[in-house]
C-alpha cells in the first residue's frame, strides 16, 4: 500500500513537472514572438514619418514590455518545475 502511494505521488510529481515545462517553453515561445514583432516596429519607425514614427515607437515599447513579461513567466515556470 506504501508503494502504490509512492509510487502515486511520484507520477504526480512527474506529471506538474512537465506541465510547468510545457508553459515555459510557451512563454519562451511568446516572448520570441513579441521580440520579432518589436524589432519589425523598430524597422517600421525608421522609414516612417513622424506620426508613424511615433506609432511604431508605441508597438516597439509595448511589444518589448510583454517579451520581457513573457520571459520572466517563462523563468519562473522552469524555476517551478524543479
Do not use: C, W
Amino acid at each position: 500500500m506504501k508503494k502504490m502511494l509512492f509510487v502515486l505521488a511520484a507520477s504526480l510529481t512527474v506529471l506538474t513537472a512537465g506541465a510547468q515545462v510545457g508553459k515555459a517553453a510557451s512563454e519562451a515561445t511568446d516572448a520570441a514572438k513579441h521580440k520579432i514583432d518589436e524589432k519589425r516596429a523598430d524597422n517600421e519607425a525608421k522609414k516612417s514619418g513622424p506620426v508613424g514614427k511615433a506609432v511604431n515607437n508605441v508597438k516597439s515599447g509595448y511589444h518589448k514590455n510583454r517579451s520581457q513579461n513573457s520571459a520572466e513567466k517563462a523563468k519562473k515556470a522552469l524555476k517551478d518545475a524543479g
